[in-house]
């Protein structure tokens, strides 16, 4: 399943001319698994926040219960991509439960960052269920101050 989001920089303004497009995508990527009984699929997507400053675009997933070495984070044409898979526990007792609301199964998520980014420098850190990729700008991405001549 691939879901793609779009950060928006002012309510209602999309940075980028396929948002319409992305939003079908995920549409037709949560019909389609569902339609094949792959609800668990379908249903699990870590939460994202983004968040910009200076000098780094980070995004922060949520992705509990997912071994580090069980995630994948790519950045490639100004899109970051965070996919992997949370295993099911094989405890033995399959057919003893009452209630069974904890999805497992491979997820991805899609990020535009809208500004450039020095690629070569992307970090990723994850602690206690969560991930944290560190994106630096790259120079002409990030504010200067230009100095004024008096003539």
Do not use: C, W
């Amino acid at each position: 399943m691939s879901l793609l989001t779009t950060i928006r920089r002012n309510p209602g303004y999309a940075t980028s001319a396929f948002s319409p497009l992305f939003e079908l995508q995920r549409e037709f990527d949560r019909i389609f698994d569902r339609g094949n009984g792959n609800v668990e699929a379908a249903a699990y997507a870590p939460a994202l926040d983004v968040q910009e400053d200076e000098q780094n675009v980070t995004v922060t997933a949520e992705v509990p219960g997912v071994n580090k070495d069980d995630v994948q984070v790519s950045y490639h044409d100004g899109v970051l991509t965070v996919a992997g898979e949370r295993k099911r526990e094989k405890d033995g007792k399959e057919n003893g439960y009452h209630i069974r609301e904890r999805v497992a199964g491979r997820f991805q998520r899609s990020v535009y960052v809208p500004v450039a980014v020095d690629a070569n420098a992307v970090k990723a850190a994850y602690k206690d269920g969560v991930l944290t990729v560190t994106l630096p700008k790259a120079a002409e991405a990030k504010p200067r101050q230009i100095s004024i001549n008096a003539n």
